[in-house]
């Protein structure tokens, strides 16, 4: 029987958010420049950080390095809360934008703490 090995693309929680991320980027691309430059490359960096943190908690070694980014990226999917509720209250996205953004990023505390939870009883050290 032939090993099968988890590969980035079967992680939950990496899809979503990377999905996510693009779907921002999309919303943001069509700002005016200074609620670009103010509220929308924050909010793109903290979206684009919760996958980014994922691959990069992924291709680390250890168990240590592998939580480490999990949990990080954790922090970054808050953080993309509060730009989508400023976004939605400075009026720079729809209603049906936030509802969406907020449903996805809802659905990754749980996967990602199933991530972090699965690599601590899964990996020795």
């Known amino acids: 029987m032939?090993?099968?090995?988890?590969?980035?693309?079967?992680?939950?929680?990496?899809?979503?958010?990377?999905?996510?991320?693009?779907?921002?980027?999309d919303l943001i691309v069509k700002l005016d420049r200074f609620s670009k430059d103010t509220l929308g490359i924050q909010f793109v960096r903290a979206v684009d950080s919760i996958s980014a943190?994922?691959?990069?908690?992924?291709?680390?070694?250890?168990?240590?390095?592998?939580?480490k980014f999990f949990r990080i990226g954790f922090g970054s999917m808050y953080e993309s809360l509060d730009w989508n509720e400023k976004a939605l209250k400075?009026?720079?996205?729809?209603?049906?934008?936030?509802d969406y953004i907020y449903s996805e990023l809802q659905k990754l505390p749980k996967l990602i703490h199933q991530l972090i939870k699965f690599t601590n009883s899964k990996l020795s050290e």
Not at 58 to 67: A, H, N, T
Not at 90 to 98: F, G, N
């Open 2 to 25: 032939e090993k099968k090995y988890l590969k980035l693309n079967d992680i939950d929680a990496y899809k979503i958010a990377f999905n996510l991320s693009n779907y921002v980027w």
């Open 53 to 67: 943190n994922i691959a990069e908690g992924f291709g680390r070694y250890s168990k240590k390095d592998k939580v």
């Open 90 to 98: 400075r009026k720079l996205i729809s209603k049906t934008d936030y």
